[in-house]
């Protein structure tokens, strides 16, 4: 998985609690995403980083937020958990070469249920 | 407004058939065209990925074909074998960000 890996790899919560999921990367790449993939919604953005404190909204950011202190890490807060949040969780990395996009490399999710 | 439009949902098809999954887009921005393959359990993975100025890309038993002025691109697997069931995903970017826009998915059952 290209050097990535999300921490933890599963986890249930309660509905109003505070839950944060890690993705670790060794590839020094500087972008960085969250997505969520949900059945016959294939994987939608929800965050991305494109520095260390570079951090902008994907399509679906309602109710998340995130920080990227390093290079390396890149965090995902759910502040207050709700049941629609029950998803699996992919982080990805990747660069750009000049101005054209390049592949993205993706983690082996987290599995997060919301009771 | 969904940027990526995938079909079908679900695909079966016998084992040394072909198999086609077929993708549509609105962006003519868009520059850089991948599809990912995902088993249960992992994530998705590069297959094989164009860009617009090609017409067609092959590697092994997988084809790209890409209509520019249809807005549409597919992915062929020739022979298709079990190990080939999974999910398959398009998606479209552009250069600001590279931020990925993916279709819905297709789970393919290659039958025995």
């Known amino acids: 998985d290209a050097g990535i890996t999300q921490s933890p790899r599963h986890k249930v919560t309660e509905t109003g609690t505070p839950v944060t999921l890690r993705c670790h990367q060794t590839e020094n790449h500087r972008y960085m995403y969250w997505y969520r993939q949900d059945p016959g919604h294939g994987l939608r953005l929800i965050h991305y980083s494109y520095g260390v404190k570079d951090t902008d909204k994907g399509e679906v950011s309602d109710g998340y937020s995130v920080s990227r202190s390093k290079t390396e890490d890149f965090l995902l807060t759910l502040e207050s958990a709700t049941s629609s949040q029950t998803s699996v969780y992919f982080c990805a990395i990747s660069e750009l070469q000049g101005r054209s996009s390049y592949e993205q490399y993706f983690g082996p999710g987290t599995r997060l249920t919301v009771t | 407004q969904q940027q990526v439009k995938q079909s079908p949902q679900s695909l079966i098809v016998q084992k040394g058939g072909i198999s086609i999954i077929n993708c549509a887009y609105e962006n003519t921005a868009f520059d850089y065209f991948p599809w990912y393959q995902q088993f249960p359990g992992k994530g998705p993975a590069l297959l094989i990925a164009?860009?617009?100025?090609?017409s067609e890309k092959k590697e092994g038993r997988f084809t790209i074909s890409f209509n520019k002025s249809a807005k549409q691109f597919s992915l062929h697997i020739m022979d298709s074998q079990p190990g080939d069931s999974a999910t398959y995903f398009c998606?479209?970017?552009?250069?600001?960000?590279?931020?990925?826009?993916f279709g819905s998915g297709t789970k393919l059952n290659v039958k025995p």
């Open positions: 998606a479209a970017s552009m250069g600001n960000f590279n931020k990925f826009y």
């Open positions: 164009i860009r617009p100025d090609v």
